[in-house]
Structure formats: C-alpha cells, structure tokens
C-alpha cells in the first residue's frame, strides 16, 4: 500500500489533502494521519460523517505521497526518503535533496486542497458531495476565510464550485470551522503550543513558530505567564534556538507576538519593525500568516546578523 501523507502536528489542510488525494488516486492508496488531529479536523470529519485517516505502521509503506509539506524538519520521523514517488504542496521549497527523480505539484496558491480540487477538474472527475465539503473546509481553514495574503484568485474560484456541489456556503461553514478552531477547553498548554507548530532551519538558527488561530484572543492572552513557561519547556524540548508564538486574531486580522526572551525580542524586533509591550506582546496589525508575512522577515533577519 502506498500511503498519502501531510506534515507533523497536522492542520485540517495536511489531513483533508491526504484523505481527499488517496481518494483520487485510487486504488493501492491510503491516507495516513500525521499526528493527532486538532478540533477544528475532528470536526469537519464529524460533520460529513467520515472517518478521518488513522495512524498507519510508515515502515509497513511500499511508497509515499507527501501533501502540503516538503521540508525534511516537518516530515514525519520514519519517513524513508528513498520512498517518496510524489509532493503536493504549497510551501517554498525547503531544499528537499532526494537520490531520484519525483513528481511533484507544488503551486502558490492558498491551499493543497485547491490543488487536489484541481486535479479532479483537470481530469474530468465529479467530486463527491462530502469531499467537496471537506475540501472546502481545508481551504477556508488554510486561507482564514480568504482573508490570509497567501489566498489566490484560484482558490476563490475552485471555493465557489465546492459551495455548489457541497451544498453550504462559505460564511455558514467559516463560521463552524472558526469556532472549532478556537476551542482551548481541555488542552494542556503543550498541546496549544504545538497544535500547529513548525520547526525549520536558517543560516545555522534552528526556529520553532507556533500558531494559534482564534476568533476570540483575549482567554489565550489571558494564559500568557503558562504560555511562557510553556515555550521555555518547549525550547528545550525541541531544542530550537528560538521560538516564537503568535496567537492570531481571525477576524480583526492581527495577531500577538508571545516573546520569551531576549533573544526573540531582539530577532522580531528586528524582522518586524514593531515595539515590544511591557507585557512582551508585540502586536503585529494585519499580519496573519506564518508563510508569507511571520516568516520571511524572520528569515531576512537571519541572513543579515
Ligand atoms: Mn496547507
């Protein structure tokens, strides 16, 4: 069995996109989970009444089909790289060296879904009702409702179809999703950290950037003492040089730097431009997006010390 696979600490986007590409494909594939699946995930399944995919054995794989990741630091360990036959993805490209050639699709749009949206359409396939639903889903989930600058005329345009065939409108579902999304109650603080949290390497800095979207900041900020000795703990573990939380506010289209040392401040100082609070909170006004607007600055920063 070949297995289709999304990143570590896996979003609705990394498990709708393996779901709905094993889907595609067919016969010999199977979608696997790539961790555990955040609420907002548990949801969307629940909702269509579909199984989300398990974890499988990765060493019992004949091959792999990453979705919505290339970079070695968010594969899942025991991914053998020798058996990787394809990549769809929506990511920069993170220097992937592999000792044959692959297919992949990789496409600046908002979302891997829309690229999985598209394969149906190019090859003349009808999406199945709960598919469409799901896969809008991952696209409203990735592009915040189409409010992220990552969001791309295609993924409007494909969103407008999936509407029609899932029967809901994308407001109707946002709204669901969002609400989802923002549920902290019985989550260990760890588990808010790294429910969407990414690792990633740069001129020698090894950086962990958590992300939490919500619809309503204020009970997050409220944990910010348990947020910091969280991140300490976190920085440890993980062993990264900084690390960085950003609790994003959905719908006024900002989000809170959580900075806990120095050392962060310094770096997003630098990279952002913005003032430090006294609470150690810089406010970074119309930024939403890890991918385009939290990481490229950070990353500028890097090369320039
Ligand atoms: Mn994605």
Same mark, same amino acid.
């Given at each position: 069995?070949?297995?289709v696979?999304?990143?570590k600490?896996?979003d609705?986007?990394?498990?709708?996109s393996?779901?709905?590409?094993?889907?595609?494909?067919?016969?010999?594939?199977k979608?696997?989970?790539?961790?555990?699946?955040?609420?907002?995930?548990?949801?969307?399944?629940?909702?269509v009444?579909?199984?989300?995919?398990?974890?499988?054995?990765?060493n019992?794989?004949?091959?792999?089909?990453?979705v919505d990741?290339n970079f070695?630091?968010e594969?899942?360990d025991?991914?053998?790289?020798?058996k990787?036959?394809?990549?769809?993805?929506?990511?920069?490209?993170g220097?992937?060296?592999l000792?044959?050639?692959?297919?992949?699709?990789?496409?600046p749009? @908002?979302?891997?879904?829309?690229?999985?949206? &598209?394969?149906?359409r190019?090859? %003349?396939?009808? /999406?199945?009702?709960?598919? !469409?639903?799901?896969?809008?889903a991952?696209?409203?989930?990735?592009?915040?409702?189409?409010?992220?600058?990552?969001t791309?005329?295609?993924?409007k345009e494909i969103a407008?179809?999936?509407e029609?065939i899932?029967?809901?409108?994308?407001?109707?579902?946002a709204?669901?999703?969002f609400?989802?999304?923002?549920?902290?109650?019985?989550?260990?603080?760890?588990?808010v950290l790294?429910?969407?949290?990414?690792?990633?390497?740069h001129?020698?800095?090894?950086?962990?950037? @958590?992300?939490?979207?919500t619809?309503?900041? &204020?009970?997050?900020?409220?944990? %910010?003492?348990? /947020?910091?000795?969280?991140? !300490?703990?976190?920085?440890?573990k993980?062993?990264v040089d900084?690390?960085?939380?950003a609790?994003?506010d959905?719908?006024?289209?900002?989000?809170?730097?959580i900075?806990?040392?120095?050392?962060e401040?310094?770096v997003?100082i630098?990279?952002?431009?913005f003032?430090?609070?006294e609470?150690?909170?810089?406010?970074?006004?119309?930024?939403?997006?890890?991918k385009?607007q939290?990481?490229?600055?950070?990353?500028?920063?890097l090369?320039?010390?």
């Open positions: 069995m070949k297995y696979i999304g990143h600490n896996p609705t986007d990394s498990i709708v393996a779901y709905c590409l094993a889907e595609f494909l067919g016969d010999g594939y979608a696997c989970a790539s961790g555990n699946l955040n609420k907002e995930t548990c949801f969307i399944f629940e909702k009444k579909m199984t989300p995919p398990q974890a499988l054995d990765l019992k794989a004949e091959n792999y089909v990453l990741h070695d630091e594969m899942m025991g991914i053998d790289k020798d990787i036959e394809a990549i769809y993805d929506h990511h920069r490209l220097g992937l060296s000792r044959s050639p692959i297919h992949t699709r990789i496409e749009v @908002g979302c891997t879904a829309t690229i999985i949206a &598209k394969l149906y190019e090859a %003349k396939k009808k /999406i199945p009702k709960r598919i !469409a639903e799901i896969l809008l991952a696209i409203l989930s990735d592009t915040l409702e189409f409010r992220s600058p990552t791309s005329e295609v993924d407008k179809e999936l029609l899932a029967g809901i409108s994308c407001s109707e579902l709204s669901k999703l609400k989802a999304k923002s549920d902290i109650a019985g989550m260990s603080i760890e588990e790294t429910a969407d949290f990414k690792e990633f390497q001129y020698g800095t090894k950086i962990g950037f @958590g992300v939490f979207e619809v309503d900041p &204020k009970p997050a900020l409220k944990k %910010k003492e348990e /947020i910091l000795e969280g991140l !300490a703990d976190l920085r440890k993980e062993n900084l690390i960085f939380f609790i994003v959905i719908l006024n289209e900002n989000a809170y730097l900075l806990l040392s120095d050392k401040k310094e997003a630098k990279a952002y431009g003032k430090v609070g609470d150690g909170i810089m406010e970074l006004p119309g930024m939403v997006s890890r385009k939290f990481n490229p600055p950070i990353l500028k920063t090369e320039n010390v």
